[in-house]
């Protein structure tokens, strides 16, 4: 991929922070090299339409690729481990994702900042959304979750080797959320919801990849079927077990946590679009906080030594 030679601490740290995109003819990816701050990542679109002539920037490092997302993703890293080399963190968002530069920069600092080996940002109160636990909480730097989306995850570079030759011949990788999150022998405090750096999903959750899938015959369903049946992972509900607050405070009883929880977002519900399907998510996350263990137990992914 062609770049110029560092001439500042910023083009350095841009060299091991990567954005992939897979991006069809109406990704939002272009908005995310707007506003005052300056990218510190280079970004990859990872291309599945037909226009020839578009994403053609100097900065948007075009390589075309058909397929789903996470199939896709792995046939582009076959063809260039070079950047599995060249690059510490990878953000790997969905094309329908609303973020800026300094969003996506703050992203990456939060991961190297909390050691963490994978994260996702939160999603604005006006977000489509699966589980309102995704949607930001307020009084929340971060919280560790037990599931991260496979909508805009941020991975290490250790972690998406690990995890590429699960998705292969997944477009959709659904299934993969309570999964990456176990891959170690501690999986605590590795994997993290960050409040503090929001973005917007702009989309109903499926969209144009689900009905691609089912032209071809298949179901993300299928994929869903695969993961379960391969690791034993059954609930894709997200546990949020400790966090830290927006004043560097630690929460680390899961009940009391998810009362709080439970309380920001009924606080912040005019904001939340449909609230009253949102209030069943709301008494749901209670009960589970309340009843339920977080299960960080390993999972086998039949990488081991």
Request: charged letters at 25%; glycine letters at 6%.
């Amino acid at each position: 991929m062609p770049r110029n030679e560092p001439t500042a601490v910023s083009d350095v740290a841009r060299r091991r922070r990567l954005v992939v995109v897979r991006a069809g003819d109406s990704s939002l990816h272009p908005t995310w090299l707007q506003g005052p701050d300056s990218p510190e990542f280079d970004l990859v679109v990872s291309y599945y339409g037909d226009d020839a002539a578009r994403y053609r920037s100097q900065v948007e490092n075009r390589i075309d690729r058909k397929g789903g997302k996470w199939d896709g993703l792995a046939a582009l890293f076959a063809s260039r481990p070079d950047l599995l080399d060249a690059y510490d963190y990878f953000w790997l968002p969905d094309d329908d994702i609303a973020a800026d530069t300094r969003t996506i920069n703050g992203i990456f600092d939060a991961m190297a900042a909390n050691a963490l080996e994978l994260a996702q940002p939160s999603l604005t109160l006006d977000s489509y959304y699966t589980y309102i636990t995704y949607l930001r909480c307020r009084g929340f730097a971060l919280r560790y979750s037990t599931a991260i989306e496979i909508m805009a995850p941020c991975l290490s570079s250790g972690l998406l080797r690990r995890v590429l030759p699960l998705v292969a011949n997944s477009p959709s990788g659904w299934g993969l959320d309570p999964v990456w999150t176990r891959m170690n022998a501690d999986n605590r405090r590795k994997s993290a919801i960050l409040d503090q750096w929001p973005i917007r999903h702009t989309r109903p959750v499926g969209g144009p990849l689900y009905q691609n899938m089912a032209k071809r015959g298949r179901s993300a369903w299928d994929d869903l079927a695969t993961m379960r049946s391969q690791f034993g992972v059954s609930r894709l509900y997200p546990m949020i077990y400790a966090a830290r607050d927006a004043h560097g405070g630690e929460w680390v009883n899961q009940a009391a946590l998810g009362l709080r929880m439970a309380l920001g977002y009924v606080i912040d519900r005019p904001r939340i679009p449909h609230y009253n399907l949102a209030r069943g998510n709301i008494l749901t996350l209670t009960r589970r906080a309340v009843y339920h263990k977080a299960d960080l137990r390993p999972v086998r992914t039949g990488q081991e030594s």
